[in-house]
């Protein structure tokens, strides 16, 4: 194996929610690796910010923002895509949502809320790119962001945030079944413990107490650096994981093999 088999120069991906976290280091991955990036994100200044550091590195992206609920918004964001760039070759799913509630204490607007955004908005995404990809006649790769939630019951974690993973899980398998004949790649990472807090988990981990019980549950005894999540992510962007499609990528330090 070379490594001209990750290189992505001449691609041109989408990313969704990369105004921060996971996403704008994924966003930094990818342009790494080669490709040009479109940030898509509700949060305009945090995806410029994005942007810039890309550029800085001698990268090339831009920003569009976009809410992923919406979905003439989205399909703004791949017809600007292709407006700046001419074609999509990667779709990263990844803009996220999460309540720290217990289900029997979610309302209604909460639930749609975190459905919305983590799965309809994957929907929405993935399948305006799909159809983009099929346009262009070239082979595609659509990655999700899944979590250790869609395998596990997880503390301190909703059960619409669990069913939208679940959904996206089951998602992933249907395209990738559905687009194999169009060379489009459906898969997805999931997530263990990561060294960051998405959005609506500020609280979660606050004590020493509760790191050393989480630990307990962790083979590798820690949680994730977000640029741990780079290699996966462009693996499965690249033609590095050119015969793989449907598959659940699992990051989680062993947490779901116990």
Known sequence: MTNHLFDLTGRVAIITGAARGIGRVLAQGLAQAGAKVVIGDINQVGAEQTVQLIQEAGGEAIAIQTDVRQRQACQNLINQTVANYGQLDIMVCNAGVEILKNT?????????????????????????????????????????????????????????????????????????VELASHKIRVNAFAPGYMNNMMEGTEGLRSTSDEMDELYTRIPMKRTGDLEELIGPVVFLASAASSYVTGAILMVDGGYTAI
Do not use: H, R
């Open 104 to 176: 029997d204490e979610l309302e209604e607007f909460e639930w749609d809320q975190v459905i919305n955004v983590d799965l309809k908005g994957y929907f929405n995404c993935a399948q305006l790119a799909t159809k983009q990809m099929i346009k262009q006649g070239t082979k595609g790769s659509i990655i999700m962001n899944s979590s250790i939630c869609a395998f596990v019951a997880v503390p301190k974690s909703s059960g619409a945030y669990s069913a939208a993973k679940g959904g996206v899980n089951q998602l992933v398998k249907s395209l990738a």
